[in-house]
Structures are given as C-alpha cells and as structure tokens.
C-alpha cells in the first residue's frame, strides 16, 4: 500500500495551545495536501504544498514539507474547539490526479 | 469555493438489492472524479478513478462488476453498489477537480450506507 502515516493517531489538547500532526509518505510526490473532515461528513481541503516548496502559510495554518525524509507536519496555533475533527493529509504524484491519503488524526480541542 | 453535491447522504437498503449514488459538481466541469470508501475512523480508500465518456479506472482488489461507475457528463458521476451485502456497509464519498485548474480536489458530503 501506497498510504502514508500520520502520528499521532489521536491528539487532546485545550483551547488556546497549538496542535501539531505529522504525516510521513513513501514516494516521490508532485504536492502534500492537508484536508479536514468532522464526523460522518466529508472532506473540507485546507491548504497544499508543492514539492518544491517548504513551508507554507494559510490563517492559522502552517505546514511544512521536507521532501528528503519524506514528511509534512500541519500545526494549528491557537487551537478552538470547533477545530476538533479528523485531520489527513494527501499525497500526489505522477500525472493521474489521485490522491493517497493517509490514516489520519483525530483532534480533540477541549474548552 | 467549488461546491460538490452528493446524494444521498445516507440509505439503508435490503441485502441483494442495488443502491445508486450520485455525485454532481455544482459550479464547475469535473471530467475527474474520484469514489472513494471509509470504514469507521479510518482513512479514504480509492476505489476507482471515473473519467467523463469512457471507462472508470478500478483500483486493485476492488470488483468493477460490483461497483459500477458511470461519468456520462462534465458534471455527474455515479457509483452503484450492485447485489448489496452487509459488508458493503461503509461511507462512499466521492471527489471532483476543477478540470481547469487541477489542483485541489474538492468532495462531497459522503454517503452513509447500511445494507441490512
């Protein structure tokens, strides 16, 4: 199987503290993208990174890209409750538009 | 940002009966789109690649005879789950991109279905 890891597998935090998901990937890859999804419903895109880029910003979103050890990482600053969902990233590569997805964090922000 | 429609959002159908699910992209041409399936607190499995006036594109493992894919138009794509079982029980959710600008993919709300 192709998909990636994303650690950790849950994470509890409180309003207010930043929350950071890593995700690690096993091929070459044309960009990373990071999508959030609450409970039963689907998928909402949050930001993407292309292969030649290493950091990017969007709100209160950073994600960084280090291609050589193949892995991203997703922080959230000033975590809110309402950011509570599954967060996954997405892989793709080569020219056929597919997404890889890996297994996902599940986020708990706590008031 | 584009928007994708997908319905239903949920079904509940009798073992051996088919269920049709339908994807739309409301505000752009998709000649991509993408089924995917969700088990509880797991990860999006693709299941097949549908391309607008041909063929779908099946992943390993999953039953084209089973899970018939038809993209007739820029806008619409459907999954049918043929001859249901129990263990087709799982979230579908389906995905479109913006053939123009082809990068971001966006999804629809997902489908529950329970065969029982």
């Known amino acids: 199987s192709q998909q990636g890891e994303e650690d950790p597998q849950a994470l509890s935090i409180q309003e207010g503290e930043n929350a950071t998901m890593n995700c690690s990937y096993k091929?070459?890859?044309?960009?990373l993208q990071w999508y959030r999804q609450n409970s039963g419903r689907g998928l909402v895109h949050l930001i993407l990174?292309?292969?030649?880029?290493r950091e990017k910003h969007s709100g209160r979103l950073r994600v960084t890209l280090d291609t050589s050890k193949k892995s991203s990482s997703l922080l959230i600053t000033a975590s809110r409750a309402a950011d509570t969902a599954s967060y996954f990233c997405?892989?793709?590569?080569?020219?056929?538009?597919?997404?890889?997805f890996g297994t996902g964090t599940q986020l708990k922000v706590e008031l | 940002g584009a928007v994708v429609s997908q319905h239903p959002s949920w079904v509940i159908c009798k073992s051996g009966t088919s269920v049709k699910i339908e994807c739309r992209s409301l505000d752009f041409q998709a000649t991509t789109m993408f089924w995917y399936r969700q088990f509880p607190k797991q990860s999006l499995m693709l299941m097949a690649t549908?391309?607008?006036?041909?063929?779908?594109?099946?992943e390993q493992g999953v039953e084209k005879d089973k899970f018939l894919i038809n993209h007739a138009s820029l806008t619409l794509s459907t999954l049918t789950v043929t001859s249901a079982h129990p263990e087709d029980s799982s979230f579908y959710i389906c995905s479109a991109r913006d053939a123009t600008t082809r990068t971001e993919a966006f999804f629809g709300q997902g489908t529950r279905l329970t065969v029982v």
């Open positions: 091929t070459s890859i044309n960009n």
């Open positions: 997405a892989t793709e590569s080569g020219g056929g538009n597919k997404l890889t």
């Open positions: 549908s391309n607008e006036g041909s063929k779908a594109t099946y």
């Open positions: 990174i292309r292969s030649n880029e």
